[in-house]
């Protein structure tokens, strides 16, 4: 019996897909061997190019899934630019997987502010230091701009960079998936057709 009371054949009496994620992922964390939040992220560029990249879900509730980064990396650049985007969680331990996808919007100052003043502070001068997603002509000048922001900011806080902050998934649809045998997986889609709508839930062929 999981946490929610569901067993693995009937999670899909579950009519609230945030509550559901929500017991998946304390599972997760118990069973997966490192990072049960690192999730697949998909956005599109502006040439209407596809791309994947591992990040770490960073919060969600009912507004959304939160996730952090450089603006001016390029996943920064190419969510900010399209606005949507879509993530997938897979548990390999749990042999379960979660897909959603929605609007994108930029969380709020106030969040990105106290998210940022909880990371290490390796990580916050890791921040001002890397130059993300751009080309760098050897280790030498990240391991040099390192030392210069951490003798810069050596007493005190440490303040966000302007162009560091995060983004809000908003899903129009959140599909769950949980292997069975011969391939015969459950598999349940909520959707709706405005964030913040009403939920629709659907059973898919697996």
């Known amino acids: 019996m999981s946490e929610s009371g569901l067993t693995s054949g009937d999670f899909t009496e579950e009519n609230e897909p945030f509550a559901l994620f929500g017991s998946w992922l304390r599972e997760a964390e118990k069973s997966e061997l490192n990072d049960p939040t690192a999730v697949a992220l998909a956005t599109v560029d502006d040439h209407g190019m596809p791309n994947v990249r591992m990040v770490l879900l960073k919060g969600f509730d009912e507004h959304g899934f939160v996730f952090y980064t450089n603006f001016e990396s390029q996943k920064g650049r190419e969510v900010l630019g399209q606005k949507k985007a879509a993530m997938c969680f897979h548990w390999k331990s749990l042999r379960r997987q979660v897909r959603l996808r929605g609007e994108v919007e930029?969380?709020?100052?106030?969040?990105?502010?106290?998210?940022?003043?909880?990371?290490?502070?390796?990580?916050?001068?890791?921040?001002?230091?890397?130059?993300?997603?751009?080309?760098?002509?050897?280790?030498?000048?990240?391991?040099?701009?390192?030392?210069?922001?951490?003798?810069?900011?050596?007493?005190?806080?440490?303040?966000?960079?302007?162009?560091?902050?995060?983004?809000?998934?908003?899903?129009?649809?959140?599909?769950?998936?949980?292997?069975?045998?011969?391939?015969?997986?459950?598999?349940?889609?909520?959707?709706?057709?405005?964030?913040?709508?009403?939920?629709?839930?659907?059973?898919?062929?697996?």
């Open 106 to 206: 930029v969380v709020s100052d106030a969040e990105a502010d106290a998210y940022y003043a909880s990371r290490a502070r390796g990580s916050r001068i890791g921040a001002w230091a890397s130059k993300q997603s751009r080309p760098l002509e050897g280790r030498f000048a990240l391991e040099k701009a390192v030392a210069e922001y951490t003798a810069k900011y050596a007493i005190g806080e440490i303040p966000r960079p302007p162009y560091w902050s995060g983004f809000r998934i908003k899903p129009i649809s959140i599909e769950f998936w949980h292997d069975r045998q011969f391939r015969l997986h459950d598999r349940v889609e909520f959707r709706r057709a405005v964030a913040d709508g009403p939920w629709e839930k659907v059973r898919m062929y697996p």
